[in-house]
């Protein structure tokens, strides 16, 4: 009977035990930190997500999803409860994306922020806030992937239209003419090479001509500065013509006057020798008996008419 009592209480106190551990380990285990909701709004596909999926924000865990439901009042859309810490940095102008982890198929959710509105996002029970779901990279390229399809197809399209005979033809013909003109260059390039190591020696006259170019430059300079000079031959040859100058004034003031005078008297000379010499011509009897006196014609004094 003693034993009984014994194994009854061990039993008891082993029960007691295991029921405080239990609730030692859901004490512990619970998670204290306050948090608020939130709800994501996407008309896409939300595969991989399910309650208790992990919510990030730029890969910080902040929360968890709390449910996955669609809206009543919007039909086609989808609504996504999330639970993340009080102090997050929730933001007007944050963003949700779906992220995958690695192969397994399974998403979370990937809040960030663009950084237009730094104003924090007011959520409550009553009205929780709406966030956005924006598609994620292979949510694009899935949107894409027509687009690629049909620009793949114009591709090939384009590539068989290149390919056809007349333009392998034509393309055979470009090949050749670049060949021959690969040919032509390389003979040119041959046919260069003498002239291009004749350059150097060629470069190395023409600045032995620069430099004497310049030296003569200089010289130029030096022997124009030295005419210009106060006591230069510019200066020597200005004085002297205007010395010579100031000579022929003189010369032209003192003679030119006489000279003149001595015009004007051999003129009359002429003038007088001319008329001795007409009426010599006129009365060569002049000579011997003088110079007779004309008959006077009609009008002047002495005139006489003929009876």
Known sequence: MENKSHALVAGLFTVILGIALAL?????????????????VTR???????PESAVRFRGVDIGKVGSIRFDPDHLGQILVRISVDKGAPVTRSTYAQLAYQGVTGL???QLDDDGKDLTPLPTSPDHVAQIPIQPGLLDKL????????????????????????????????????????????????EELGPALARLPATIDDARVTLAAVTDAARSYERLSMRLQDKDG???????????????????????????????????????????AVDRLDEQPQSLLFGISRAIPGPGEPGFVFPR
Do not use: C
């Open 24 to 40: 030692a380990a859901m004490w512990l285990s619970r998670d204290h930190t306050e948090r608020i909701d939130y709800e994501l």
């Open 107 to 109: 998403s979370y959710v």
């Open 44 to 50: 896409g596909s939300v595969s991989g997500l399910a």
């Open 142 to 189: 899935s949107g894409g992937s027509e687009a690629l399809l049909i620009g793949m197809q114009e591709t090939i399209s384009r590539v068989n239209l290149l390919l056809a005979p007349e333009n392998q033809t034509a393309l055979r013909s470009a090949l050749q003419s670049l060949d021959s003109a690969a040919a032509s260059t390389h003979k040119l390039s």
């Open 233 to 275: 031959t510019l200066v020597r040859l200005s004085e002297g013509l205007d010395e010579f100058n100031q000579g022929v004034r003189a010369v032209n003031s003192a003679t030119l006057p006489r000279l003149n005078a001595l015009t004007e008297d051999a003129q009359h000379t002429a003038q007088a020798v001319t008329r």
